[in-house]
């Protein structure tokens, strides 16, 4: 069973959304403030995090800020009233994997958790299967209708790092830190290798990678 820590200072939303989760099969654990989660994210080891912006002691940013330092792969949702532009943007530059406004929709908030639970699998497997692409970790290798394309370490894990959760976006600074190990680098790098790997993959690959304005990259199969 999945444990999904649930971060939420209003009593009667969390006790609502507990209940969701566990008729959807999951197992909840409650906090009512970031300081008890950051607890029971070390004590109960959840699958996947939902934290709400306005909590007490920490904001629910600051909160997904501080858990990306040292889980950099749990699925984080945030929740929260605030429905502006520039607040999802902030959301997702501090590391979220999805944004939901309240109210909820129950149905809606089920289907995003298993979809990040699916991304989250693919994650942490050596091998990415998406449409006609195959990528091969171990052997740094990635096949378009079985035949090799010819990408440079760089490329590889770029396209890796994109692919390991599709439809995610990731920032410029996620991906120069990941691929790179600093933010400092020429900005252009990155642009370049994005460049070369969609030249590389196209006409007849199903992925693509996306620019998103402002934020970074996604990457994902072509609908």
Same mark, same amino acid.
């Given at each position: 069973?999945?444990?999904?820590?649930?971060?939420?200072?209003?009593?009667?939303?969390?006790?609502?959304?507990?209940?969701?989760?566990? %008729?959807?099969?999951?197992?909840?654990?409650?906090?009512?403030? +970031?300081?008890?989660?950051?607890?029971?994210?070390? !004590?109960?080891?959840?699958?996947?995090?939902?934290?709400?912006?306005?909590?007490?002691?920490?904001?629910?940013?600051?909160?997904?800020?501080?858990?990306?330092?040292?889980?950099?792969?749990?699925?984080?949702?945030?929740?929260?009233?605030?429905?502006?532009?520039?607040?999802?943007?902030?959301?997702?530059?501090?590391?979220?994997?999805?944004?939901?406004?309240?109210?909820?929709?129950? !149905?809606?908030?089920? &289907?995003?958790?298993?979809?990040?639970?699916?991304?989250?699998?693919?994650?942490?497997?050596?091998?990415?299967?998406?449409? %006609?692409?195959?990528?091969?970790?171990?052997?740094? +290798?990635?096949?378009? %209708?079985?035949?090799?394309?010819?990408?440079?370490?760089? !490329?590889?894990?770029?396209?890796?790092? &994109?692919?390991?959760?599709?439809?995610?976006?990731?920032?410029?600074?996620?991906?120069?830190?990941?691929?790179?190990?600093?933010?400092?680098?020429?900005?252009?790098?990155?642009?370049?290798?994005? %460049?070369?790997?969609?030249?590389?993959?196209?006409?007849?690959?199903?992925?693509?990678?996306?620019?998103?304005?402002?934020?970074?990259?996604?990457?994902? !199969?072509?609908?």
């Amino acid at each position: 069973m999945f444990n999904i820590l649930l971060v939420e200072d209003d009593f009667g939303t969390r006790k609502l959304m507990c209940i969701t989760l566990r %008729n959807a099969g999951f197992l909840p654990i409650p906090a009512e403030n +970031s300081a008890e989660a950051l607890r029971l994210l070390e !004590e109960k080891k959840p699958n996947l995090v939902i934290a709400d912006i306005m909590l007490p002691d920490m904001s629910g940013f600051r909160l997904t800020e501080t858990i990306r330092k040292t889980h950099p792969d749990i699925p984080i949702i945030i929740v929260t009233a605030k429905q502006s532009q520039s607040d999802k943007h902030y959301g997702f530059m501090v590391g979220a994997d999805d944004y939901l406004t309240k109210p909820v929709d129950e !149905e809606e908030l089920i &289907l995003r958790i298993k979809a990040l639970m699916r991304r989250a699998k693919i994650a942490s497997e050596q091998k990415i299967t998406i449409g %006609n692409l195959e990528l091969d970790y171990s052997a740094m +290798s990635a096949k378009v %209708n079985g035949k090799n394309i010819e990408l440079t370490q760089k !490329e590889f894990l770029l396209l890796f790092k &994109l692919l390991s959760s599709p439809g995610k976006i990731f920032t410029r600074n996620e991906l120069m830190e990941e691929i790179w190990g600093s933010t400092e680098k020429d900005d252009h790098t990155l642009n370049v290798h994005i %460049n070369r790997i969609r030249e590389k993959l196209t006409p007849e690959c199903d992925v693509e990678i996306k620019s998103i304005r402002g934020l970074g990259y996604k990457a994902g !199969e072509i609908v």
